[in-house]
């Protein structure tokens, strides 16, 4: 099980400080990166009144996260963050579903790649409501109802980070420890393949649709 924590590093020191990259985590988005433009490419190639099997699939996941985008905010703004939305998806999804496929692993594994999509998304919704309030109106909203609940209002809002962050890190690592230790009880007989397509397939499909919905929820929010 030596496996489980072992982290190819590359250490960059820049200016008296050290930058430390997990290479694993790296490779493995990029290859999520490589997926979806390759997909894209394929989807969009050609596209014709009858479309062709991949065409469907971009057409169907472009509409559906499109039309709850427009159900959180308005159709105007949809036309703005539908395409995070839609991207954001299919990044997490496919992250989660990597670690099916032999000798590689999920990136959303690492603490580091949802919670740096946890503070994307929470940088973008505090910019919607700054641009839908104005500066004035946004500020005035951490002292409601009292003023002195100011504290109190920013760390929940700072809270958010660390819910949906931990949320998706902690149900993708878990089922990583839970079917290493499966694997080497049951020497890869029979569990193992069932855990990978509950916890790739069912698990990872649900966690990337809460993350992602939560994000919509968190711009709602500070859009209204």
């Known amino acids: ?3 489980l924590g072992l982290i190819h590093q590359l250490i960059i020191p820049v200016f008296g400080y050290t930058v430390t990259l997990n290479l694993e985590v790296i490779l493995m988005t990029w290859i999520v990166f490589a997926i979806l433009i390759v997909f894209g490419i394929f989807a969009t190639y050609k596209k014709g009144v009858v479309p062709r099997p991949l065409q469907v699939i971009g057409e169907v996941f472009v509409e559906q996260f499109y039309h709850l985008t427009e159900d959180a905010l308005d159709r105007e703004m949809a036309k703005t963050y539908g395409p995070l939305i839609v991207s954001l998806f299919l990044f997490l999804l496919l992250s989660n579903w990597l670690g099916l496929i032999p000798y590689l692993q999920e990136p959303t594994k690492d603490l580091n790649t949802p919670l740096s999509l946890g503070v994307m998304g929470f940088a973008i ?3 919607a409501g700054i641009k839908s309030k104005g500066f004035k ?3 005035m909203e951490y002292f409601q109802p009292i003023f002195f609940m100011m504290p109190l ?9 660390v819910s949906i962050s931990f949320r998706l890190f902690g149900n993708i690592m878990g089922g990583s420890i839970i079917i290493l230790v499966v694997s080497y009880l049951t020497y890869n007989v029979v569990l193992p393949p069932l855990l990978n397509a ?7 499909t649900i ?3 809460v993350f992602t919905m939560l994000t919509v929820v968190y711009i709602s929010v500070q859009v209204k």
């Open 207 to 209: 966690q990337a649709f």
């Open 153 to 161: 209002n920013l760390i929940g809002e700072l809270a958010k980070i």
């Open 137 to 139: 109106a946004y500020i």
């Open 198 to 204: 509950f916890f790739g397939l069912f698990v990872g």
């Open 125 to 127: 919704a505090h910019y």
């Open 1 to 3: 099980m030596g496996e």
